[in-house]
């Protein structure tokens, strides 16, 4: 069943009726991140309680009995300054801890409630167009944490991509940059509660171009391709960038990856797990 909330915040009320019961505590942050741009460990929510204490994120709305139309009061800010923007990241430990993604892939992938959350996103995530998609090209996503830089939330994605040459470069143009308001929580049964990166939000968006067979998409945290593992290339953390700026070169090796495999229809019948063995076998012919 549906839940509507009304949630009263900074003078303003939002009204949500995107989420259903079967969706948690964590799930409503996200939702109220896209409206707010409060970021979810930010936001305190008064009023929703099990057993007298705050319910936790991974507590499902329909455990909460809310009547239709609640009101609740949300507490946080937004990120709002320059300087809080430009600010070092703060340490991640996602990047130590995550997880080979096959064990969980059969759990989560094809879930009805994790697809439902999707067509949410597609609904619901406004993506701001930088320069437009162009039929027959393939699409390349790529992770901003760790992978280019370090980023929280689209103010931090727009300032640094711009201090870095990378929105604005004569090379090459971006077509659009997401945030994590893009990204869904799922439950796996190992791992509990976690947020994930779905292509599907991109294919919704964009499915006169990009679709499974044209799209890879490049990340240090395995466990963000768990809707779409067989589109992701795992690689390594950039981390410590002042110490390892001229000896990573993993890039320049995935650039050359990608330029052989643009020349397939489908990339679907890759292993991305062997893209160096497979740049290394066509390097050799």
């Known amino acids: 069943m549906a839940v509507s909330l009304i949630i009263k915040?900074?003078?303003?009320?939002?009204?949500?009726?995107?989420?259903?019961?079967?969706?948690?505590?964590?799930?409503?942050?996200?939702?109220?991140k896209g409206l707010t741009g409060?970021?979810?460990?930010r936001q305190k929510l008064l009023g929703l309680k099990v057993k007298g204490k705050p319910a936790e994120n991974d507590v499902k709305l329909g455990t909460l009995k809310l009547k239709p139309n609640t009101k609740i009061m949300m507490m946080g800010t937004r990120e709002e300054s320059l300087?809080?923007?430009?600010?070092?990241?703060?340490?991640?430990?996602?990047?130590?801890?995550?997880?080979?993604?096959?064990?969980?892939?059969?759990?989560?992938?094809?879930?009805?409630?994790?697809?439902?959350?999707?067509?949410?996103?597609v609904k619901e995530y406004k993506v701001e167009i930088l320069n437009p998609p162009r039929e027959g090209k393939k699409l390349l996503v790529l992770d901003v944490d760790y992978t280019l830089f370090a980023a929280t939330n689209?103010?931090?994605?727009?300032?640094?991509?711009?201090?870095?040459?990378?929105?604005?470069?004569?090379?090459?143009?971006?077509?659009?940059?997401?945030d994590s308001a893009a990204m869904i929580t799922v439950h796996t049964p190992r791992r509990g509660l976690i947020d994930v990166k779905p292509l599907g939000v991109i294919w919704g968006k964009f499915s006169e171009f990009y679709n499974k067979k044209n799209t890879i998409m490049f990340?240090?945290?395995?466990?963000?391709?768990?809707?779409?593992?067989?589109?992701?290339?795992?690689?390594?953390?950039?981390?410590?960038?002042?110490?390892?700026?001229?000896k990573d070169k993993e890039l320049l090796k995935l650039t050359q990856y990608l330029k052989e495999i643009a020349k397939l229809d489908d990339l679907l019948e890759l292993?991305?797990?062997?893209?160096?063995?497979?740049?290394t076998k066509k390097q050799g012919q």
Request: glycine share 4%; proline share 5%; no cysteine.
């Open 9 to 32: 915040w900074g003078g303003q009320e939002f009204l949500i009726t995107t989420l259903s019961e079967e969706d948690t505590v964590l799930d409503l942050k996200q939702s109220l």
């Open 38 to 41: 409060v970021l979810p460990e």
């Open 83 to 121: 300087e809080d923007v430009l600010g070092p990241p703060p340490d991640n430990e996602d990047v130590v801890n995550d997880f080979d993604i096959e064990e969980e892939v059969v759990e989560v992938e094809n879930r009805e409630e994790n697809l439902l959350k999707i067509s949410r996103r």
């Open 154 to 178: 689209m103010k931090w994605i727009e300032a640094k991509m711009k201090e870095l040459g990378v929105s604005n470069n004569a090379n090459y143009k971006i077509a659009f940059m997401l």
């Open 219 to 246: 990340d240090d945290i395995g466990r963000n391709f768990l809707m779409n593992p067989q589109n992701g290339l795992k690689i390594k953390p950039f981390m410590k960038a002042h110490l390892n700026r001229d």
């Open 271 to 279: 292993n991305h797990k062997h893209w160096e063995r497979y740049l």
